[in-house]
């Protein structure tokens, strides 16, 4: 339909013309002496027309003559930026291939044309600045591959080049480039094993940058390298709080730097202190808690405070097998239990919670075990006797048999019977 319009105006326009041309309106004289000369109008005004078409034509004409330099200027200018980018993108397919030498070959081709092309562009603007930007890219493919091939100076020049980018660059993506520098710095840091190095170029980041997961997993990894495991916890934690590991993950990793922070104490006070820095999450954890108690119990601590701290994991563990803890856990907890409540005077309270516990989980060796030894506290003979004789052949732990018979050895003598305490010392010898 467009085209059709198009058709028709302009076949009225060719027959307006012809009818306008068929028309002699008037004439143009010229007198140049001694002629005199009559032109139509018409034959004027096409002349006319036809003189500026043709002055327009060769003004156009010359200036494309005298712009040709700069376009070709122009031309090969992009060439050697196409050819930087087809540098940079081999530089980037040979990084994530392994093929490093290659990388690092293309990326300096490419930062030989773009150092070229910042010196010889001399228009403003964003392309000089995607040029900066380019450069400095080029520069962090380098490094990269100059430290897999462990060849350290020539990434520690390429290093420099990205803490300190192309004048050109906007201060948003400086920020950034130096950013990307801090962080690639402190991973090969991590990797040559120089710890101090890593955490010098991790103080440098900005708060913001800081917090991000991939500097925390670089913050938590030099704080396990440099046995700060009270600052990896707390890394930890907001790693956790980030979604960084999944919740088995996190549970143990905080496990296990929570134990590590326990074995760094070196007496009770601090062990106190370290104990004040965990989360009620952290504290709820069997294995924490038993082996803050125990270490509390070898500073010569108080048992009160030892049992303050397992209270929260008691029942969790006074629940069936099956539902709480498994069972080495529930051993190691145990011992440590014992132990405290052997160092605590007679407290009347702890054994009827004990003993509430054990008549609800009656199949539970742990709990029979600590209602005899509990018992036997509170001179309660035949009825610790009893509970023992039962739990002792059932126990797994080692150290709880072995408790258990050398508690009914020690019964047994009090009673006179010397060949049962006999037994009972053998057996309590051969667990």
């Known amino acids: 339909m467009r085209l059709a319009l198009w058709l028709l105006a302009l076949f009225a326009f060719a027959a307006a013309l012809a009818l306008g041309l068929t028309q002699q309106v008037g004439t143009v004289t010229v ?21 500026f078409v043709l002055l327009y034509a060769a003004l156009r004409g010359m200036a494309g003559f005298w712009v040709l330099p700069q376009q070709a200027r122009r031309w090969r200018l992009q060439q050697r930026e196409r050819s930087a980018q087809a540098h940079l993108l081999n530089a980037q397919i040979g990084w994530v291939t392994g093929r490093y030498l290659r990388s690092r070959k293309a990326a300096l081709q490419g930062l030989t044309h773009v150092d070229g092309l910042l010196s010889v562009e001399d228009d403003a ?92 997993r670089l913050r938590l990894k030099a704080d396990r390298m440099g046995q700060m495991h009270l600052p990896a916890l707390e890394t930890a934690r907001l790693l956790a709080k980030h979604g960084a590991f ?22 009770a006070h601090q062990l106190q202190a370290t104990w004040r820095i965990f989360q009620a999450t952290e504290k709820a954890i069997p294995e924490v808690a038993a082996h803050a108690a125990k270490r509390l119990l070898g500073f010569q601590g108080e048992p009160a405070t030892a049992l303050q701290w397992l209270m929260p994991v008691w029942e969790a563990i006074s ?48 709990l029979q075990y600590l209602s005899g030894m509990l018992c036997l506290r509170h001179s309660l003979w035949g009825k610790a006797s009893q509970l023992l004789e039962q739990a002792a052949p059932r126990l797994q732990s080692v150290e709880l048999k072995r408790s258990a018979w050398r508690a009914l050895a020690e019964l047994a003598e009090q009673k006179g ?9 053998k057996l309590s010898a051969s667990a």
């Open 31 to 51: 007198f140049v002496t001694p002629y005199r000369i009559d032109l139509s109008l018409n034959l004027v005004l096409l002349g006319l027309t036809a003189f």
């Open 417 to 425: 019977d010397q060949a049962q305490a006999l037994a009972c010392w």
């Open 319 to 366: 629940q069936p097998a099956n539902d709480g803890p498994d069972s080495l856990v529930r051993h190691r907890f145990t011992e440590v239990l014992a132990l405290a409540l052997q160092k605590l005077t007679p407290d009347s309270e702890w054994l009827a919670r004990v003993e509430q516990s054990r008549l609800a989980n009656p199949r539970s060796v742990e």
């Open 246 to 267: 999944s919740s088995g993950a996190a549970t143990s990793l905080m496990r296990g730097l929570a134990l590590a922070g326990i074995d760094d104490c070196r007496d």
């Open 125 to 216: 603007g964003s392309h000089k600045n995607s040029l900066a930007l380019m450069r400095s890219v080029l520069h962090m493919l380098a490094a990269e591959s100059a430290h897999v091939l462990r060849d350290e100076k020539s990434r520690d020049e390429h290093l420099q080049q990205l803490f300190q980018p192309h004048p050109d660059l906007s201060a948003t993506l400086r920020s950034e480039v130096q950013d990307a520098a801090r962080l690639s710095a402190a991973r090969w840091a991590l990797h040559d094993r120089d710890e101090p190095s890593a955490h010098q170029y991790l103080s440098q980041l900005p708060l913001g940058t800081a917090r991000r997961t991939l500097a925390l």
